[in-house]
């Protein structure tokens, strides 16, 4: 606005032609503003169009699949359209159960140690939190071939247990993150009444820490599963997909990511009929997790950084 | 502990809490052992993952040499092998390039909407439907991509570019399929925005009140306010932001072998936004299970390592950005 400065001896002049400008620009100013509220507006739309016909395609396409055979039969030959994805739903629920059990201890216990423990060894702790961070970004494709390299060639064979142990691995920072985060949100009036009390400290951290931030454990626990529930990539590597049912843990497992993928591949229109039925139950799956999962937390005020 | 028992003598009772309190000795020890186990555990999965890259990958140093990364070559054939890793390099930075380029603009534009344009509450019903797309699994954003988006593409985008500028651009010169570099980067974008909108929130919720109240004291538009009070000190965060979507599209392996096209070797060096190519991750899903030998395992494995250093290296940036600027953040504060 310096250049209203040209003629600053008579006050009155001054004044109106600040008023002249300031009118002049104020139109401008607030259609600049409007359009670019109207595109900011416009990019929120775009971010939620893919989300509303991801739904409506995967609803329309795969309900017509749905059938007691479907959910509960192996699949048939290829291309015939028959059988089910019976083995997938088994195989995603055993999977994804056993990877639960190797991951939610370690990382809700690695979360305690960096609330509880870590004022100690403040070094450890740093790097711990560096490494967590590290690998939540590791491509889940890499783990998954470190889980072959591992696991696989080291056991002889495809094996519901390298599946379990991949998963696990991206479970843990995720489930550690959150764990960190809500423990950290108990009051510390609690730990020295308990402490007043005489209790020694696992003891404490036991029955009030994590007793006492156990919805928002959960509510760690239950982000990583849906989370894991959709991974493809390193299943390749460690459960291979196959058309039976579990038989043993050093055979090949299915999933419903997998088999997913590979119904896709295939160029019959039955199969990628079959592979939106797969998707609408993954989807069902995954977005009830996570919405029960936001509604539950939104309700306690938990705060968790969900996508990092 | 209980002392009800009046019968109990004085040595008997010492005798009691000396056991006791060596039991929550023992207990003390046992759980903070259990404690820092877990917590070595974490890390030894980094190592792991490491050691197990660089183990498998050893073959196909030892055969190719540098000639690995910077090679073009793709042949698996026996007797003829050749592994090169730049035609995926490039592929894998031309999709992410595409991504980013849309979905960094879109989604800052979205947590600046969300946080700053409107009411707190409709703000989080948005951001509630925003993030639900990061639950969405990738691949059913690849099945999606393949029998729906694509054709928009092909046929809104693709097709009319092709059609107006084919002749003269040679960006726009491939006859478009939809099955190509571009449509991948538009899915990938598609699945980063709520990654980078949801940190960059963080980081625009961060930006102290005083600043944007100044702004508006001064009688700033709100766009103004945005402009002058908001970009200019979450210039950063926001750039950490997008380095943390730029490492997850870099990493996206289901969508992207679903559209990519799966060009091999040379081809899959895109010429055209409207090419077949190939990325890094994808050629791994694609050939791993279908390896003729050891080599060629071998080269897919040190594929896996060309892209664990070059995730790695991307998000440890991005948390050193975004560590940095929140303490920035408490400085100001205090």
């Given at each position: 606005m310096s250049k209203d400065n040209q003629n600053p001896n008579k006050n009155e002049n001054y004044k109106s032609i600040i008023r002249e400008y300031i009118k002049k620009?104020?139109?401008k100013r607030k259609t600049i503003n409007n359009l670019v509220t109207i595109l900011l507006f416009s990019f929120v739309i775009i971010a939620i169009i893919p989300l509303g016909s991801i739904l409506i395609e995967v609803f329309k396409n795969g309900v017509g699949a749905l059938s007691f055979n479907f959910l509960f039969q192996p699949p048939g030959s290829m291309g015939s359209g028959d059988g089910g994805?019976?083995?997938a739903i088994q195989?995603?629920?055993?999977?994804?159960?056993?990877?639960?059990?190797?991951?939610?201890?370690?990382?809700?216990?690695?979360?305690?140690?960096?609330?509880e423990y870590s004022s100690s060894s403040k070094l450890f702790a740093y790097?711990?939190?560096?490494?967590?961070?590290?690998?939540?970004g590791i491509p889940s494709i890499v783990i998954g071939i470190a889980g072959y390299i591992t696991l696989v060639l080291t056991l002889g064979s495809f094996s519901i247990l390298a599946g379990a142990f991949v998963l696990s691995v991206i479970m843990i920072p995720i489930i550690a993150r959150v764990s960190e985060e809500t423990i950290k949100l108990v009051p510390n009036t609690l730990r020295e009444a308990a402490y007043g009390l005489g209790l020694p400290k696992w003891k404490v951290v036991w029955h009030i820490v994590i007793k006492g931030s156990k919805s928002g454990i959960l509510t760690g626990i239950v982000l990583a599963i849906s989370r894991i529930a959709g991974e493809t990539a390193p299943l390749i590597m460690t459960i291979l997909g196959t058309s039976l049912f579990f038989s043993g843990f050093n055979s090949p497992v299915d999933a419903l990511p997998l088999r997913i993928w590979r119904l896709a591949s295939q160029p019959y229109p039955s199969a990628h009929e079959q592979g939106w039925g797969a998707a609408l139950l993954l989807i069902l799956l995954v977005l009830s997790l996570s919405i029960a999962l936001r509604m539950f937390a939104q309700k306690r005020s938990i705060t968790f950084k969900s996508t990092t | 502990m209980p002392l009800k028992d009046?019968?109990?003598t004085h040595a008997e009772l010492v005798k009691k809490l000396d056991l006791q309190s060596r039991k929550s000795i023992f207990g003390d020890k046992f759980f903070k052992a259990l404690v820092i186990g877990a917590s070595l555990y974490t890390l030894l999965m980094v190592a792991l993952v490491f050691s197990a890259l660089f183990e498998g990958s050893i073959p196909i140093f030892v055969k190719e040499g540098i000639n690995f990364v910077i090679g073009t070559d793709w042949n698996a054939v026996e007797g003829r092998e050749s592994f090169g890793a730049m035609p995926y390099i490039i592929g894998t930075l031309v999709s992410s390039a595409i991504a980013m380029a849309i979905a960094v603009p879109v989604s800052i534009g979205i947590a600046i909407f969300i946080t700053e344009m409107?009411?707190?509450k409709l703000g989080t019903i948005?951001?509630?439907v925003v993030e639900l797309l990061a639950a969405v699994p990738s691949i059913i954003y690849g099945l999606w991509a393949l029998f729906v988006f694509r054709f928009w593409i092909r046929d809104f985008i693709e097709e009319p570019l092709h059609n107006s500028f084919g002749d003269y651009i040679s960006i726009f010169a491939r006859a478009p399929f939809g099955l190509d570099v571009f449509t991948a980067g538009i899915v990938l974008a598609i699945m980063i925005i709520p990654i980078i909108s949801a940190v960059s929130r963080e980081v625009i919720k961060a930006i102290p009140h005083s600043q944007k109240e100044a702004a508006y004291a001064l009688g700033a538009t709100r766009w103004e306010m945005v402009k002058t009070a908001i970009l200019p000190s979450a210039r950063t965060g926001l750039m950490g932001a997008s380095f943390l979507g730029l490492g997850r599209a870099i990493g996206e392996t289901m969508l992207v072998t679903l559209i990519i096209g799966n060009a091999i070797g040379l081809a899959a060096i895109p010429t055209s936004l409207f090419s077949q190519?190939?990325?890094l991750s994808s050629i791994i899903a694609n050939e791993f299970n279908e390896a003729s030998n050891d080599l060629h395992l071998s080269a897919l494995i040190g594929l896996g390592l060309v892209l664990f250093v070059i995730t790695i290296f991307i998000n440890v940036l991005a948390i050193f950005i975004i560590s940095k600027v929140s303490k920035s953040y408490s400085n100001m504060r205090e």
């Open positions: 620009n104020s139109s994805i019976g083995p195989g995603t629920l055993l999977v994804v159960g056993f990877a639960t059990l190797i991951g939610a201890p370690v990382g809700v216990l690695a979360g305690v140690f960096l609330s790097f711990l939190r560096l490494f967590n961070d590290v690998l939540t | 009046s019968k109990d409107i009411p707190k948005l951001s509630f190519s190939q990325t």
